[in-house]
């Protein structure tokens, strides 16, 4: 073992550590920022999502070329809905069922009508 003398302690001039401590309180504010911004992620989800996005790249057996048009992909998925989008897809399933209901309408019509016409074939032979 060899017997070395431990370090002499540093002096430190008043400017210097006056210096250090405000060098110190501005990293603890952008760690104090930082924290902030990820518990705001955390919360908002956005973190879960990116997580379970990149999980799945990182499961696919055979790599995208495109790994960002891979994230914009799935990302746009989860994203919430437009509420115009919304409207336009409650609307376009009103007019189906409306549809529906002219077709069914349509197809009564045509079998009543058929009762009181006579066929085709015997208004050829007059």
Known sequence: MSS?????????????????????????????????????????????TLTK???A??????????????????????????PEIELLRLELAEIKEKYEAIVEENKKLKAKLAQYEPPQEEKRAE
């Open 4 to 48: 070395a003398a431990p370090n002499p302690p540093v002096a430190v001039s008043g400017a210097s550590y006056a210096a250090a401590a405000v060098t110190m309180a501005h990293y603890k504010a952008a760690d104090s920022k930082r924290e902030q911004f990820r518990r705001y992620l955390e919360k908002s989800g956005v973190l879960d």
């Open 53 to 55: 996005v990149l999980v």
């Open 57 to 82: 790249l990182y499961e696919e057996p055979e790599k995208p070329n495109s790994a960002l048009d891979f994230l914009k992909h799935h990302l746009g998925a989860a994203t919430p809905e437009n």
